[in-house]
Every structure is written in structure tokens, then in C-alpha cells.
């Protein structure tokens, strides 16, 4: 891993100025990378790829690429399995995205996502099995209200946060991810956007999300959390199983540690074995609010 390979570096020019060290990094075998997810009120949604090298350069044919082709996958609801087909999704910029999700030709088609339900999923990719489960959950965090605070910062007042208050059940063992929508961009997970109640087992509470992030452009650390005067704002607030929680919180704290040399590695707590990745469900609760005075 590149900060490993820092290290190493580090410690070879404190002890020595004398020798060439000629330092490879070595590649790591190519694994499968799954990520799945059921929503209440969907259909599942599936993405397979295969892992690319640290240093490989990512450009759009690399992405297209790296798509998985052919898989045999079955999502199994109350011992009834469905198979699931291949599609291919064209973008704006010229390449395309693979995905698989109900055979639309087939039926009977599936119930769409609901709470309380366990999904399994099953494929057979390139001669080998995967399996996982995943649970929507019939019970969590509710979004009670939303409203917006003004920010002051470097002089300008219009800056806004998002304040929510959050009733969290009796019983322990919630968990929850959000994403932010501001006018028309899509939605974003926040850089930390999982939450948990192990503090707030029970209690109404308020909190605030900061506005979700694009990781491909580059972040103001001083200001992304901030919307602003006038942003239509709409909050995906999502309750999820553990080891879907387990997944993000890893992920996300992999991701905000990225350049910090001295960090700890980090290991990624996916729940498909012999793969990277998850297959996650969520159930979906929906708030909208407009920062205007």
C-alpha cells in the first residue's frame, strides 16, 4: 500500500544516504468487488467489477473495463429465488455502466424491498460461489423534523447547516447512513454518513449532517459540510443492518485517512466472503426542507 511504501522510504533515508533503493511496489492479486443493495420499495441493484492496482491510472475505459460480464446471480425472499439479467447503461461521456438487477422478461417478478425481510444473494462468478444476506430493517432511527441554522464564516452569513432531530427505539443495535441532495446535484453520502445509537439508545436528539460529498473533486475542509441561503436541500436518511454499517464506517474512515502517512491501516469490513464489497439493504425515510429565511 502506498503508505507503507512511505514509511519503508522514510526509514531507509534516516539510516542511510549512501545506497540506491530501487522500490517496487508489487501487485496484489485481482479480486472481485460487489456492491449490492436492496431499498425498501425497490428492486435489488448489483455492480460487480474486478479490483484494480493502487497505482493504476483510472480513466473512463479503465472503469468500463473492469465491469464483470456473465455472472449468475439469484436474490432468494421467503424461499423463493429470482434471477437476476445484465443491463448496460450508457452515459453522457461515452462509457458505459454495467449492472444487474430482475429479469423484467421473467416471472414471477419479485416484491419489491420491505422491512423485516432477509435477502440472500447468491452468484457464481468466473467458476466460484459468493454468497451473503443481507436484512432490511423493520425497525430503527426516525426522522422527526429538519430545519437549518445560518453559519457565520469568514465574514459571509450565508452559509447554513442542516439540524435534525432523531427519535431513536428502545431497543439497542441501530444503526443508519445519510445522503444530501442540494438542488439539482445528486445525492451524496456524507464523508462520515453513518451513525449508530450506542450514546443514544432510546432518546430524541439532535444532530447535525454535514451536506454530502462528491469524493472525485477535491474538498474546501473549511467549508464542504456547509449548504447555503436559498439551497433546496433533501435528506435520504437510511436505517441498515451491522455489517452493512460495518462496511461504510470502515470505508468512510478509509477514505477520510487517505494522505495521512502515519495513519493506521485500515482494514475495509466487507460481508461477502472471498470478495471486496457488500450487499446491503435500507430501509428509506425522505425529508425536504428550503434554507430560506
Partial sequence: MRFAALLILLAILATSCEKDVDIRPGSSPTQLVVEGRIEQGSYPVIALTHSLQYFTTIDPLVLQNSFVHGASITVTDNGQAYPLKEYRLDTLGGA????????STRRPWPALGQPGHTYALHMEVGGKTYESTTTIPKNGMVVDSVWYKRVLYDGDSSYTELRVRITDPLESGNFARYFTKRNREPYYAGLNSTQNDELMNGLTFNITLDRGVNRNEKLDLATYAYFRVNDTVRLKFCNIDKPTYNFWRTLD?????????????????????????YWGGYTVQYASIIMRD
Avoid: C, L, M, R
Fill in 96 to 103: 458505459s455502466i454495467y449492472y444487474y438487477t430482475i429479469d
Fill in 253 to 277: 474512515f478509509a477514505y477520510s485517512s487517505n494522505g495521512n502517512p502515519f495513519g493506521s491501516p485500515v482494514v475495509i469490513e466487507g460481508n461477502v466472503p472471498g470478495a471486496q464489497g
